[in-house]
């Protein structure tokens, strides 16, 4: 009875924490569907400087968080019906799926680490060289005025630097227009606010894969044992 009694407890202790990795995954897929249709990344991020598109691979970490988030999902459901069912079956398939989902964040976690310092940096240099052509008139420059532009108004900068950002505007009042003088010193540049946005969401994205990774190693530690816990019921 002690065994059975234990076994329960464990059963429905990993009911509850899959539940919650279920909701986990629910509010994960949210939020990678909101970084993927912010306002922000998506102005910048679709814009086209003649042949050239502007860096996406910040997209290619959000396309995983909503692919993690999905499977979350689903993974969390098949570990609740079978905690509840007490299913071996399941539960192995659940542990299966758990290894393999632990796996692929680990694998996102260390691909978004080596590539959170690049990301801004492509965007930066993407900035820099529509600024250039925008400034000393270069062939495609209306488009690039465009591109700069779009910068300007969605990110609340001007210029590249400290230099750029301060002169630019006075005398490239179509690139950066502003109401005072007094604005134009107080205007932060396009470098430090391009790693502002960058730097945000990847925190945000960081602080949700390791509550998700806190989270499947308990359940993998429970569905184990309650895997274990049946097999010794099924004998007795």
Known sequence: MGVEGCTKCIKYLLFVFNFIFWLAGGIILGVALWLRHDSQTTNILYLQLGDKQAPNTFYVGIYILIAVGAVMMFVGFLGCYGAIQESQCLLGTFFTCL??????????????FVNKDQIAKDVKQFYDQALQQALM??????????????FHETLDCCGSDIMTSTFTPLWRDDLCQKDSLKS????????????????GKLYLIGIAAVVVA???IFEMILSMVLCCGIRNSSIY
């Open 99 to 112: 290894v393999i989902l632990f796996a692929c964040e680990v694998a996102a976690g260390i691909w978004g």
């Open 137 to 150: 008139g270069e062939s495609d420059a209306n488009n690039a005025k465009a591109v700069v532009k779009t």
């Open 184 to 199: 134009y010193f107080e205007n932060t540049n396009c470098h430090k606010k391009i790693d502002e946005l960058f730097s």
């Open 214 to 216: 806190v989270i499947m």
